[in-house]
């Protein structure tokens, strides 16, 4: 049974800090991997996909690696932003499934100005 | 971009009554929608998967009697939330899945049984 891991739960930082945030994950046979933003009282926003065949993508001041030997995935922020703060979720494919989804906990980010 | 509609975004409803939640692929077919709670602080969990045409299955710990979904045609899955009580109060999100095997989520709906 797919089991996903964030580490850590809650991080704080200034404004202008890089920063790394951790996912883990137990089954490593997944087609792909997702990280997605949700804000206070908002839905999912989805950030990056990376498939299995890949080792990272990007998008603006984001950057997704996938290490599915390890079972490891992090999400970077380059010159984070107040705006940034937000909970980061990480969501690898159920065991057996390439449509349902495992969710982490999440880590709530907040960029201190 | 194909998009999952999701509605009501927000809804209060009374201790007892139930409540509907829809959930509509707008420009694909899903045979297959996928029902997801979050409770506060909380992570969100499969409740249910919705497949058109046939019963939906739901996952360990999840009333199939208090949650019902019906998926009756390729772009339409509901979810009614019987007899709501408080503890239900939760966040709800749907969503699809096209041919492709890509997944779409709704905009999720916020319950609170007062």
């Known amino acids: 049974k797919q089991e996903v891991t964030q580490i850590p739960a809650a991080l704080s930082v200034p404004e202008g800090e890089n920063l790394v945030l951790n996912c883990s994950f137990t089954d490593s046979a997944i087609y792909n991997l997702q990280w997605f933003r949700q804000d206070p009282g908002k839905g999912l926003t989805s950030l990056l996909l990376i498939q299995s065949s890949q080792r990272e993508q990007t998008s603006g001041r984001l950057n997704a690696s996938l290490d599915k030997s390890s079972g490891r995935s992090t999400l970077y922020i380059a010159a984070s932003q107040p705006g940034d703060s937000a909970t980061y979720l990480c969501a690898a494919p159920s065991s057996g499934s390439a449509r349902q989804l495992t969710f982490g906990s999440g880590t709530q980010l907040t960029v201190l100005p | 971009g194909a998009v999952v509609s999701q509605h009501p975004s927000r809804v209060i409803c009374k201790s007892g009554t139930s409540v509907k939640i829809e959930c509509r692929s707008l420009?694909?077919?899903?045979?297959?929608m996928f029902w997801y709670r979050q409770f506060p602080k909380q992570s969100l969990m499969l409740m249910a998967t919705?497949?058109?045409?046939?019963?939906?299955?739901?996952e360990q710990g999840v009333e199939k009697d208090k949650f019902l979904i019906n998926h009756a045609s390729l772009t339409l899955s509901t979810l009614t939330v019987t007899s709501a009580h408080p503890e239900d109060s939760s966040f709800y999100i749907c969503s699809g899945v096209d041919s492709g095997n890509t997944i779409y989520f709704g905009e999720g709906s916020w319950l609170t049984v007062v």
């Open positions: 919705s497949n058109e045409g046939s019963k939906a299955t739901y």
């Open positions: 420009d694909f077919q899903a045979t297959t």
